[in-house]
């Protein structure tokens, strides 16, 4: 749906599904803190944060109807290998084909303490780059979203 | 330091000297190098007189491993006799030069030319291998180049000297080739050397008549036998003393020389003796047909020359003539030499009279122009006659032995002995023409009319060149080289039949041209030389052609465009084609990357397995 | 239960459907969602792994796969800050969102 559709609204609204989705399925994993976490940080901030931008710039919906030859033809012939290649190596892997072994009752899942204790230990460093990385995204973008109003007020 | 170097080098000094330092200075040029011809035939005489002398001096030249290259001289039989030649016509053309370029811008430049010339023929007389004597050989015809093309400026000089040289050159290359033989087969290019392991191996026939033709060649060019003859009758563009020196009397007689010296594998070789004979008796009488219609002074005796050498090689050819079983060998080739000598002499005065006459008609060469010269230039005329009469065998003089001699080493083969008898006879007509046209009757120019005697240094080379016209045939001068039994003597009525035959050759000269004014019989074939020079022409032309187009053919498609610019094209084309990958299509750019993926899968995958 | 090969075919079709989203479409801003559905896949397989430790049996004990997930998260959301920012200077620029018309990098 997310690549289908033409109207990019409707797109943006089929990747939250997707991605609430995805989240289940790092339930299921019982992964639950990277599934709140996406739901929290994906659905709720950059998708919304796609629609604002939607909105904000006004872009219409794809109306041509010309279909773009080369590009379907190149997308399948890549899609189809790139799914042949995945199933047969998946087909290979014999390790893989047992499945999920349930949880013993006394497992603790508590994984939010845990990655905590992860990252501030092992990944301390890592931690503060991601920090720093995230002060630069910022900064680039109250640069970049600046109008140029400085010209218009010389003049 | 040894005579023997002495008299090869001290030409050699004297033309450094005056091509290097007196260049300005003609008469002192002159001098110079007449001075060194002089010391040279002083030394020559003194070294006859000590007899044969194999080892006059050598030095190392070459040493590579085993092989040995000597600069290396020897004084032997016939070398004398050559060496004697060399020098004293070498002094006498000397003299007359100093009088007859007188007033040459270039006289320095032509003494110098004259000294290496010199240097270069003695050279090859005294040179004691076959290498040594190629290296003079080149040398001469080196000398020879410069000597016609002395004046450069004229278009046809600077033709005929390139004409020689080029001919000559042809004729070299097979020479080179018969060394390279005679080195493979022998192991040693000395003469000795050579000679003693013949009379003691046996040798495989085939090789030694191939060396032999091979080695013929060189004679060829050197001594324009035919096919090779071209160059001569145009080298008559340079001085006349020149053409004294070099093409009557010497350089063309190198070729004659070089055979006597390599006799003892003619004797060996029948094959290439045949072929020696041969081309000698048809060069004799092509160029003796060729001189009946020429109208230069210089030509006819140019043509006279061709047809004389024709005789000499025919002679020498004869060494191989099997009689009996048994080879005439030395008796044969010495009949040749014998003509050699003889012929160095009186053509030399023939060439050296015309170019008095030339000079005293004030460059005037063609003989329809003169008449009467008898009246006025006296004794220029005597030995002109005197020399002409030589040339056709007359009796008392030099001519008459030494003709006699060459006929009967061809006295075996009736079908050559005729030809030569031919061709006498057409040697006595067209020289009877000549001085019938030129020295009787009346002036028929007003060059001709002015015509008065040469100066005195250039009539006394011609007065002792006719003593030596007369009396070079006489045992008692020819003794000194080689004794008479070895020369090869006619049988029965040979020499009678040939005066006849020379006396009719006078009578129908002097019936056909007496009085005339101009050419009564226009035989045009012979006239334009049989049309060889064409011919030639077209051959090269034809050739040069073909090989132009081969290259061009190679050079453009094959070089250019395969190699050149095709390897520019390919780098161009795969540069044009992998631009369009820069599309700037951003889903083009993903689509390369998922291809790339999908490839390092893959290949992760099979290495895998 | 589902064992780990679906759960690894289901990323992998996740990710074949986001790449085919970059190269069909000709809105930019398509292709930056398509990109995140790529990159959400690749969280899966991660999380996968942790789930299943290697092969089939008991979640692995570290909970690295987990932290880096955590980052490529916080990650993605930096860059799509940042190139949504982008695309709107773009589009104040060439008032388009259309890529082939953005293209000024031909040849």
Known sequence: MVIICRNPVSSALSLVIS????????????????????????????????????????????????????????????????????????HAFKAGSQPMTVLPDSYSSNDVKSIGLEIFTNYNFHLQILGVLLLVATIGVVILSRRQSKETEEN | MSLGFLVLFLPLIASAITLLVSRRRAMLSSYISTASALICLLITVSLIQNGDNKELGSF????????????????????????????????????????????????????????LFMFSMTGIVLA??????????????????????????????????????LVNRIGDFGFMIGILLIWGAFGSVNFAEISNSLSVNKY????????????????????????????????????????????????VAAGVFMLTKVLFIIEVAPVAASLIQYVGALTALLAALMATQQDDIKKVLAYSTLSQLGYMIMAVGFAGYLYNGETLGEKASNAGFFHLYTHAFFKALLFLGSGAIIYACHHEQNIWKMGGLLKRMKITSITFLIGTAALCGVFPLSGFFSKDAVMAAAQNNP??????????????????????????????????????????????????????????????????????????????????????????????????????????????????????????????????????????????????????????????????????????????????????????????????? | MPTLNEYLLMSGLLFSIGLAGVLLRGNIIIILMSLEMMLSAANLALVSFWRFGGGGGLPSDSYSPQVMVFFVITVAAAEVAVGLAIIVALFRSRQTVEIHELSSMKG
């Open chain 2, 128 to 165: 004691n291998n076959l290498a040594m004597m190629f290296i003079f050989w080149e040398l001469v015809g080196v000398s020879s180049y410069l000597l016609i093309g002395h004046w450069y400026h004229k278009h046809s000089a600077a033709e005929a000297a390139k004409k020689a040289f």
């Open chain 2, 204 to 251: 495989d026939q085939n090789l030694l008549n191939w060396a032999m033709v091979c080695i013929f060649c060189g004679a060829i060019g050197k001594s324009a036998q035919v096919p090779l003859h071209v160059w001569l009758p145009d080298a008559m563009e340079g001085p006349t003393p020149v053409s004294a020196l070099i093409h009557a009397a010497t350089m």
């Open chain 2, 415 to 609: 079908l050559l002995l005729s030809i030569g008898c031919f061709v006498a006879f057409l040697t006595s007509f067209y020289m009877t023409r000549l001085c019938v046209i030129v020295f009787f009757g009346k002036s028929k120019s007003w060059s001709a009319e002015e015509a008065k005697e040469v100066p005195i240094i250039m009539l006394l080379p011609l007065i002792v060149l006719s003593f030596g016209a007369i009396f070079a045939g006489y045992s008692f001068s020819y003794d000194w080289f080689v004794s008479y039994d070895k020369i090869i003597h006619p049988k029965g009525a040979l020499p009678l039949m040939l005066s006849l035959i020379g006396l009719s050759g006078v009578l129908m000269g002097v019936f056909l041209y007496k009085g005339r004014t101009s050419e009564p019989c226009n035989i045009k074939v012979l006239k334009n030389k049989f049309y060889l020079d064409e011919i030639y022409l077209i051959i090269v032309r034809i050739s040069q052609e073909f090989i132009a187009k081969f290259a061009k053919v190679i050079d453009r498609v094959f070089i250019d465009g395969f190699f050149v610019r095709g390897g520019a094209k390919l780098v161009s084309e795969v540069g044009s084609k992998l631009r369009g990958i820069q599309s700037g299509n951003l889903q083009g750019y993903a689509f390369l990357f998922a291809i790339g993926v999908i490839l390092v899968l893959f290949i992760i995958n099979s290495l895998i397995g």
């Open chain 1, 19 to 90: 991605f609430l989705g995805l989240a289940a399925l790092f339930i299921t994993l019982n992964a639950y803190f990277i599934g709140i976490i996406q739901i929290l940080v994906y659905t709720g901030a950059v998708m919304v944060l796609f629609l604002f931008i939607i909105m904000l710039l006004d872009i219409k919906a794809d109306n041509t109807n010309d279909w773009n030859i080369p590009a379907i033809v190149g997308t399948v012939i890549v899609v189809f290998l790139l799914v042949s290649q995945l199933v047969s190596v998946l």
């Open chain 2, 60 to 115: 190392n030249w070459i040493q590579v491993g085993d092989f040995q290259l000597n600069i290396a001289l020897e004084l032997t039989g016939l070398g004398k006799g050559m060496l004697l030649v060399v020098t004293l016509i070498g002094f006498l053309v000397h003299l007359f030069s100093i009088g007859y370029m007188k007033e040459d811008s270039g006289m320095a430049r032509y003494f110098g030319g004259l000294s």
